[in-house]
């Protein structure tokens, strides 16, 4: 595989802040419905492909939905969740191509995620601090407010969900606009 995949054992991944992947505690108390398992069961309650939950003083942004095994495409900011496909690269070009089309985002997976640091995917299953080394992507993102759209594509021969990172043009993190340099002038 050319890529890193994190794969689910069913349930939703996450993407935290590696700051606060001690304040999450995966799967605890299995009694009752999923939703009451700790914040596992949190992540569990997110209808749709994309939400967010509060971990430590951050949010967390969830894959929801399928248990599709996904990898982030850094150059197109997408993760591109794996639902059909021959093979990899297959399905990554695939992506690739839908991307350069005309694509209908669906209106109930858009939100707004801020971000302050690099992130982690990982198995919302797993407490932060014992995120397995094989099945896990840090992500260097850029600090600020990303608008966040996903929808399920279909082609013959590949299906996937794409989950779209879009900075906005409201103001960054430090107070600037992405037009506007920092005042370096104090």
Request: overall charge negative.
């Amino acid at each position: 595989m050319l890529y890193t995949w994190v794969e689910s054992a069913g349930g939703p991944l996450l993407i935290a802040p590696e700051s606060e992947l001690g304040h999450w505690g995966g799967v605890s108390g299995m009694d009752g419905s999923v939703e009451t398992w700790g914040d596992y069961g949190r992540a569990c309650s997110v209808e749709g492909y994309i939400g967010l939950v509060e971990i430590g003083s951050q949010q967390a942004l969830v894959l929801g939905d399928e248990p599709a095994r996904t990898t982030y495409l850094p150059a197109e900011r997408v993760f591109l969740r794996w639902a059909a496909a021959d093979s990899e690269q297959e399905l990554v070009a695939a992506a690739r191509q839908t991307l350069q089309e005309h694509i209908t985002w669906d209106r109930d997976e858009d939100l707004v995620w801020e971000v302050r640091e690099p992130v982690m995917l990982f198995e919302a299953a797993c407490p932060g601090a014992e995120i397995e080394l094989g099945n896990q992507l840090r992500i260097a993102l850029d600090p600020g407010r990303y608008r966040v759209r996903a929808t399920y594509i279909k082609d013959p021969d590949n299906w996937m969900i794409l989950v779209q990172l879009q900075p906005t043009v409201d103001k960054h993190l430090n107070g600037t606009t992405p037009t506007e340099a920092p005042d370096q002038s104090s």
